[in-house]
């Protein structure tokens, strides 16, 4: 089980949010989200693949609803209704997989 | 591409669905949707696997939202607006999958 | 990174490995393998995919060939040229994830 | 089930083959066969599974072994006992896939 981390809130959250391309903060901080756009269903599956192996070997999952070639993704850190620095490692990393895998924000 | 099939509506789409373990027909006709539970997010996402190879051999993707364990699926047919054969076939295989997964519905 | 355990060897090895249906211990002692069917390559993949996600989560991956429904395993643990109870761990973790997708050993 | 192809042999082979970087023809023009290097396990089995739903769209698998991150493939259409247009055509699609993950030749 992953140790419990603190949440971020306000600017601190919104300032490292800033960093981290295309990620939103929901109004009262309680998680981050995406649109992420593939070529095709081919490339967002694989998209989705390659995060749930990085997901597992976190014990961190995200939140995700797939229509054809779009995902839609929510993260947040139940365990402190919030978002922690899991969050954002798990935001840079899928920001990482997409664009190997030629997503268009 | 898939040929364009004739939209099932009325009692002739409630009759059908109703022999489709667990699925539910939206008001209005537009669509089928189910939930499905498994025991951890490893068989989840292994379902959603099967079930992209059974989508991509088909040309019919289903919509879909996973959190953890429990995976939400709307099937419908875009093209006529509303639940067609091809739906009612991804319903039957995707319970199917399920099944051997040991998913509780 | 994963802790380095100690390598079966012989009877201790043997005996541990007879009681993980239809796995076999390579001559020397250096891995462990086997072969499963699956009744079509949705399940040998949905197969492959379980055991990728509990691979990346164990940091211990196997050495697989997939030949449509067919998946061949060897699994050894590099770090101490032998088998370990990672190897075991997994090989009973594969098990139980084929027994779900209804593998025909 | 897809229909039957006429296999190519000798130079019509060879000259097709050239054009796909990285494939090489086996000794009797019985299959293609290319090794895949990733920067890990996560992009190696993201790119199977994108290949996975192609592969299943096209009713024509491949034959490969993935070790950690690296994927050795080879492709044949066991019908005709050789290399269809079939072969080349999923050759050249999973160059495509693997370039978008970045993969090494």
């Given amino acids: 089980m992953a140790k419990r981390m603190a949440a971020l809130r306000g600017s601190d959250l919104s ?10 903060v929901e109004p009262g901080d309680g ?7 593939f070529p095709d269903f081919q490339s967002a599956f694989a998209f ?15 939140e995700w609803t797939n229509v054809y070639a779009t995902v839609d993704v929510r993260l947040s850190s139940h365990d402190v209704g919030g978002v922690t620095e899991r969050d954002l490692a798990l935001a840079r990393h899928m920001n990482t997989v997409a664009a190997r895998l030629a997503a268009a924000d």
């Avoid at 300032?15 to 939103?24: F, Q």
């Avoid at 998680?31 to 756009?37: A, D, E, N, S, V």
């Fill in 48 to 62: 989705m693949t390659a995060v749930a192996l990085e997901a597992e070997r976190m014990n961190h999952h995200p």
């Fill in 31 to 37: 998680g981050l989200t995406k649109r992420f756009r």
């Fill in 15 to 24: 300032s490292a949010v800033a960093a981290i391309d295309g990620w939103a």
